[in-house]
């Protein structure tokens, strides 16, 4: 089945600066990328997502990026806030349903 | 429109026991998917239901069942209960109408003593 690794596994970075997060996933047929944002007590939430036939999408200050020849896809947050504070779990889907396989996820911290 | 809905938001079983926890999707959509989430291991999937029929499994004991009713809603079962079980239960629900993307609930806290 599909296998999904995340790094950094936790990340701290100050306000004001850029942080990136990286997976990789094994499965060639994997089509839909999601990135999830959980803040602690609540439940995860999608934050941006790509399809494979797309190489880049940016909303405001995230921003995705996918590479299918290497199998990977990373997370750019720019201009990082104390609220961007919490985990993010990327995930990738390669079935025919919905269902997601996750990464164990970043935990990132913005210090002001 | 309503979010996806979780019951019960927290649970106490001891070893042995059985559980049974509900998942109410968004309405219109059909797809329920679940996933236990715990500290070291993140977010594993453990099963998805379309139409009452489950489409797709992970990599969990039997203990693990589920099913989805005609309204779409859904229940999973967890049977002779371990500690390592305990967990946060999610449950995800897609739709066409959603582009596909998985809207989560709240989750249903399980502790097994």
């Known amino acids: 089945g599909e296998n999904v690794e995340q790094h950094p596994s936790t990340l701290s970075v100050q306000e004001g600066d850029s942080a990136v997060i990286k997976c990789t996933y094994s499965d060639s047929a994997s089509n839909y990328f999601p990135w999830y944002k959980q803040e602690l007590g609540k439940r995860p939430q999608l934050i941006i997502d790509?399809?494979?036939?797309?190489g880049e999408k940016k909303d405001q200050r995230i921003a995705v990026t996918l590479n299918k020849t290497a199998k990977h896809f990373s997370l750019h947050i720019t201009e990082t806030q104390p609220e961007d504070s919490a985990v993010y779990f990327c995930?990738?889907?390669?079935?025919?349903?919905?269902?997601?396989?996750f990464g164990k996820g970043t935990s990132l911290l913005v210090t002001p | 429109k309503a979010g996806v809905t979780q019951t019960p938001r927290y649970l106490i079983k001891t070893r042995g026991q059985q559980v049974t926890l509900s998942c109410s999707p968004i309405s219109g959509h059909r797809s329920v998917s679940w996933y236990q989430q715990t500290p070291g291991q993140g977010l594993q999937f453990l099963f998805e239901y379309f139409s009452e029929t489950q489409r797709n499994k992970g990599n969990f004991p039997g203990r693990f069942s589920g099913r989805q009713f005609s309204n779409s809603r859904s229940e999973m079962n967890v049977s002779t209960l371990e500690l390592g079980d305990s967990a946060l239960y999610l449950c995800?629900?897609?739709?066409?109408?959603?582009?596909?993307?998985?809207?989560f609930g709240a989750g249903t806290r399980l502790s097994v003593l």
């Open positions: 995800a629900s897609s739709g066409s109408s959603g582009g596909n993307i998985q809207y």
């Open positions: 790509i399809r494979s036939n797309v």
């Open positions: 995930a990738a889907r390669s079935n025919s349903g919905y269902a997601l396989n």
